[in-house]
């Protein structure tokens, strides 16, 4: 990926406010158990400092609000006001792709 080298957050003192919100990518992988999501195709998230949005190929997508949900037991994609969040999150992760040379 073209993303900034990582050695600025171990040289940096403190908290750098300026970076990214991390992003995670998995294949699809056939060997999990079939209940895995990861079953049914990839899965990109980004976490930032106060959501996690979860991305899947086929699957609805998921977010949940960290602060209040560590365990990510309630998905808020589908409650009012959620749409343009997940649109946010969803339009970060292709700007990251295309940049970065790879399909979204």
Do not use: C
């Amino acid at each position: 990926f073209s993303a900034p080298s990582l050695a600025k957050l171990w040289s940096v003192a403190g908290q750098v406010s300026d970076w990214p919100d991390p992003l995670l990518e998995i294949a699809k992988q056939d060997w999990k158990p079939a209940r895995a999501p990861v079953t049914k195709g990839w899965i990109k998230s980004v976490v930032s400092p106060e959501w996690q949005f979860i991305a899947h190929e086929v699957l609805a997508p998921e977010i949940y609000d960290l602060s209040k949900d560590l365990l990510q037991a309630n998905n808020l994609a589908g409650q009012p006001g959620m749409a343009g969040i997940v649109k946010a999150f969803q339009n970060q992760i292709n700007q990251f792709l295309q940049k970065s040379g790879f399909t979204p």
